[in-house]
């Protein structure tokens, strides 16, 4: 593919049309630019979606594997193909029990597996069911990704054409804003700190003004819809699609994934691991690489700058929890509820 479509995609393990599954369209021409969107409303859309569209590559949010102890401890052999058809074999209800099992038989501050991308990315565990039930999206996506031959690096040869990335809005966002919500699917929570975040995160992606560098040309009728949108739905899958076309520069060297990932988790793109820094005594805290520029400082002035990523989360017990940041569909409230 010398210059394929380029797409985001924010997924739904049950889209409907008050929530459809969002898939941004990018074009390099030669700059990147947003061409569009597509919403699907049923899973067999998106099966026929990932059938029938040809030269792509694609930023999808949703886990596309299992952390490898949770793997392990199911008797599950084999490489991702395999483990995803065992679990393409399960009702969303048997792999939840399988799950709150082995969440049961873990000590309290270490009920969770952890992917080994999870930390970089500030990502919650896949295996997670609630706040956010993100193990319901793997479920729904990682076995249509198998059964439609797409390429998935790291993970599954494939079509060449089709080319399949695990992507996380939240790790762009936390760049960019630190941990300022950006969004809630609730209407009512929406406010102006929210749509001011939205704001500058569209900006942050026009002047490419982000760790990726990637700026993308926003037409005048789109932009206003951005930030406008309380869900921000849209809006996280323009930050997928740019996530995958950071990946796609780097296809020669694995999209930028590592070469030694396990071969079951796969890897979140544009996560990069960094030395561990030590908090509190047995306390472990990732520690960014770099500081990036944040978005939306003065014209003319010396931009702000954030740290391109923050400690993780920590349990009492000192175990690390990967904690997303506020305003990411998969960060919790210490209360368990869902943060907007």
Known sequence: MDSPLIAGID???????????????????????????????????????????????????FPFGLPRPFVDSQGWRGNWLEVTARIATLSRAELV????????????????????????????????????????????????????????????????????????????????????????????????????????????MERGSTRLGLPVRIDAATRPMLVADHSADALDAVICAIQAAWAWERRAANYGIPTDIDPCEGWIVTAIESPMAVGPPGVAMAVAPSRVPMAGAPSGSPMAVEPSGSPMAVEPSGSPMAVAPSGSPRAVEPSGGLLP
């Open 11 to 61: 997924f739904s393990s049950a889209p409907s049309r008050r929530k459809p599954i969002v898939i941004a369209r990018l074009r390099r021409r030669p700059e990147l630019e947003l061409e569009g969107f597509d919403r699907l409303e049923t899973l067999a859309a998106f099966d026929q979606w990932l059938a029938t569209h040809l030269d792509w590559v694609a930023g999808c949010d």
């Open 97 to 204: 029990d399988r799950c709150r099992a082995w969440c049961a038989a873990r000590p309290v501050g270490d009920r969770f597996a952890h992917r080994r991308a999870d930390r970089p990315a500030g990502s919650s565990p896949s295996m997670k069911w609630v706040n956010p039930p993100v193990v319901l999206m793997l479920h729904a996506g990682a076995p249509r990704l198998a059964a439609a031959g797409v390429d998935v690096p790291g993970l599954r040869p494939g079509d060449l054409r089709r080319v399949a990335l695990e992507a996380y809005p939240g790790l762009f966002a936390r760049e960019v804003l630190g941990r300022r919500s950006y969004k809630s699917d609730d209407r009512r929570r929406d406010d102006s700190g929210r749509r001011a975040a939205r704001e500058v995160l569209v900006a942050a």
